[in-house]
């Protein structure tokens, strides 16, 4: 197709090379546009800039969350399903060495060199307590160590030699997560991480934290007697959060008769002078019901209980 279409936007102007499917979608915040683009200088040579084919993976965006290059969402909203189209813009267009890329637009060799300097900011970051702005970078590093290990043979020795570069990330990753109160999500990392090596002591604290934080109990119990098996030097560490828990979940039990005692309770009724006065009939209403004394068990906290979210260094 020849015909020329002028976007409503200053500065830019689109081509329709194929057209596409079906009616101009409309698209709502949150949607998720996947596509490949080639970035072309407007010269003779027509200098190829950016290929996302060349990386191996299409681009994506998420309408309406400010991408940081916003006629992106202009032009892609523009087109049809399959279409295929191009577009000239008035830009400032930078050399690709000459900025920050993306993580989805890096070389094998570029995310390996990027790896240790997110490592590096994310551990700053967790320094000055910015957990979310720390989970992020360390999230990042993994992502680029697990694009290239897709590649690799599943347990070769370049697999696995990625692999224990992950490792300490995600564990990382479930540091700031503890910190957030991302409870659940520290206890797929962790879990994760403990199918590959069951003998992974870092794995087996933060899960056993995690437990702890959503009150299972047992499963708490069992990762911290874990980690004191696997290394007794933590043997006291582990002591001390045990206490720490049984005393927690001590009073979780305590508030929860005292919240719900006054359910099974059955209310006197006045000025009646048939049967028994009570609800029921014959007052025996939750009559099943036993209260759990104190056993003497370790328990579990409450989430966002003070001992939860001791701040590891990072790795």
């Known amino acids: 197709m020849d015909e020329m279409y002028l976007l409503n936007v200053e500065g830019v102007k689109k081509k329709i090379l194929h057209g596409g499917r079906g009616e101009l979608p409309q698209f709502k915040d949150?949607?998720?546009l996947t596509f490949h683009f080639q970035t072309l200088k407007d010269d003779f040579e027509h200098t190829v800039i950016d290929d996302?084919?060349?990386?191996?993976?299409?681009?994506?965006i998420i309408v309406g969350k400010l991408f940081k290059i916003e006629v992106w969402e202009t032009l892609l909203t523009s087109m049809r399903i399959g279409e295929v189209a191009e577009f000239w813009c008035d830009a400032i267009v930078d050399d690709p060495s000459s900025y920050?890329?993306?993580?989805w637009a890096m070389n094998k060799e570029e995310k390996l060199s990027a790896v240790p300097v997110l490592h590096s900011e994310g551990n700053r970051l967790v320094l000055l307590k910015r957990y979310q702005e720390a989970a992020a970078k360390y999230q990042e590093a993994v992502i680029c160590l697990r694009n290239i290990q897709a590649k690799e043979k599943p347990w070769a020795e370049d697999w696995l030699s990625l692999e224990k570069l992950i490792t300490p990330l995600v564990l990382n990753y479930c540091q700031c997560q503890l910190e957030l109160g991302?409870?659940?999500?520290?206890?797929?990392?962790?879990?994760?991480?403990l199918q590959k090596n069951k003998e992974n002591v870092k794995a087996y604290f933060k899960r056993a934290k995690a437990h702890a934080a959503v009150w299972?109990?047992?499963?708490?119990?069992?990762?911290?007697?874990?980690?004191?098996?696997?290394?007794?030097?933590l043997a006291a560490a582990v002591k001390k959060e045990l206490r720490l828990l049984g005393e927690t979940m001590r009073e979780k039990r305590v508030e929860d008769?005292?919240?719900?005692?006054?359910?099974?309770?059955?209310?006197q009724f006045k000025g009646t002078t048939e049967g028994k006065g009570q609800w029921g009939g014959d007052g025996n209403a939750g009559a099943g019901m036993q209260e759990g004394g104190d056993s003497g068990e370790a328990s579990q906290p409450a989430p966002g209980g003070g001992y939860l979210l001791n701040t590891n260094s990072p790795t």
């Open 30 to 32: 949150g949607s998720k």
């Open 52 to 60: 996302s084919r060349q990386a191996g993976i299409p681009m994506e």
């Open 100 to 103: 920050k890329r993306d993580t």
């Open 182 to 193: 991302e409870y659940y999500e520290v206890l797929e990392h962790t879990t994760d991480l």
């Open 216 to 233: 299972n109990e047992k499963e708490a119990r069992e990762d911290f007697l874990r980690v004191a098996q696997l290394d007794p030097s």
């Open 257 to 267: 008769r005292q919240r719900y005692q006054g359910l099974f309770q059955q209310p």
